[in-house]
């Protein structure tokens, strides 16, 4: 089959899904009244409540959500054949991760820019409310750690990336003052910026920089880049939003667009065939459900999307019609990422010659067999696929290798950046709000919330742990990726759990919200029940905490189902 094929399916629904169920979400269910007054004008202080352009806002949103992992888990799906994965993708975000991410926005403006946690007390009681803290505090310190790991490889494996990702942070201080002290309109700076970036993209690719030739290995320089990561999201979470947050994302939204357009373009000009099975059987390697729906986590739907809708996003939305594009909008976005990480999986690689995998080393002539021959080699590459593959589709419109290779690592270590330091900020509030609930008064504190976000992260990616998945050692951060990809789908139940009892107390539709919790809800816990099992002989450490996010979890949900239960009572 031809890779257009399946790009122009994929713009197909996400078109119709935008045009359609969005509008109807919008006037059935979710009510976007003009008439309330945003928590960005209501509590305006100008560093976390600023009323944002839409469209500046949307760029913050979506390159918030557009992490490394809308790219690392189409990668590694790939391994169980084309189909699921294009399906995950493509129906996943349009019925499911858009439906969430919207709700989550509008709801967390209509409560005055509160967390989702925060509203669950009221939905629910004070209990789940801390109980939803905790959970959400130890999946963003896992996000943290993976998103600071796979910036710092990707700094040691090419280093033609390092000096346009750290020119891009002074470009857009230089944006914001623009924008926000000199009045000016944000298009006209951020396109110059845009073009400066890649000025720097081409000085990058003629002079790598690399701690190795300073006489370092590459796991002290992985060790050093990763120390910088944490200071740089520490120090920006603690700045208006303004200064960076916003313009850099603005930026990069561009960025994104323009580097998806340069791969789909890529796609329709090189049109390569579909290297990969529709469908793989599996005899040596882990079942496609459920480890599929969770593998493929932000790309198809995200309890971290929630986070930012309700940490972030809402506390700078200018009008409430505008939730529409920020939320709907965002995720769509971020289907569209995933499904060109799927394509380069599926078929970039093939146009792949000689090259470096990091689960395989050196390779003569790649294509998807040689990629995905074992389910160790397939989740040890991580995004090399999309790097690689994407990288191929771009060289096929006339760019150097070289150079190509440049705007990928830059497109994928912008976006994860970006989570980084937003990542940061909102686990800053999460930790000032469970010492609020918990009556822990030092976790309000900027600085002290800040270094108990950053810490206990770095934890993750200084020590080492066995995997049973693979056999060998790994960093606890990498080796705890499948539990993130299962708890944050998890984190993303709970949220529509949520939204549908939030919804169902005012009367709405529910069904679009209660058929996803459901679904995920069935493939999370017996993710977490799986995964239990694998670790129980072999790592007692991720046993242990296996064990104790799904206590978590199912307080939560009998929580919730005694809410119901009580509110049919007093109805």
Known sequence: MNSVHLTLFGFLVFFLGYRFYSTWLSKRIYGLDEKIKTPA??????????PTKKHILFGHHFTSIAGAAPIIGPCVAAYWGWLPAIVWVVLGTVFIGTVHDFGALVMSVKEKGKSIADISSRIINGRVRVLFLIFIVLLVWLVLAVFAMAIADLFVTIPTSVIPINIEIIIAIGVGWLIYKKGMDALLPSLIA???LYVFVWVGTVTPISFETMGLNKVQSTNVWVVLMFLYSGIASFLPV?????????????QLIVGLGLIYLGIFIAQPVIDAPMLRTVTDGPSLFP???????????????GLVSSGTSSKQLDKLSDARMVGYGGMIGEGTLALASTIAAVAGIALVSQCSLPAIGQV??????????????ASGNKAAAFVLGGGALIESIGISPALARTLMAVLVISFAATTLDTATRIQRFILAELGDALDISILKNRIVATL?????????????????????VKKTGWALWPIFGASNQMLAALTLMVLTLYFWQRKKPIL????????????????LFLKAAQFYET???????????????????????????????KY
């Open 291 to 305: 480890l599929l729906f969770v593998t493929i986590a932000c790309g198809a739907i995200s309890g971290f999307h």
């Open 452 to 472: 108990a976000a950053i810490i206990p992260a770095m934890l993750l990616v200084f020590t080492n742990v066995h995997d049973p998945a693979t056999g060998v």
């Open 539 to 569: 790592n007692s450490f991720l046993f242990g905490l296996n064990i104790f996010l799904i206590i978590l979890i199912g307080w939560m949900i009998i929580e919730g189902l005694l809410t119901v239960i009580n509110l049919k009572k």
């Open 242 to 254: 303004w200064i960076l947050l916003q313009p850099r994302d603005y930026i990069n939204s561009h």
């Open 41 to 50: 004008h209501e509590f305006r202080d100008d560093i976390d409540f600023l």
């Open 194 to 196: 845009l073009g400066l």
């Open 364 to 377: 003569a002539d790649l294509n998807w067999a040689v990629y995905y021959d074992s389910w160790a080699h």
């Open 512 to 527: 679009p919200l209660l058929i996803p919790m459901l679904f995920i809800m069935l493939i999370t816990i017996t993710s």
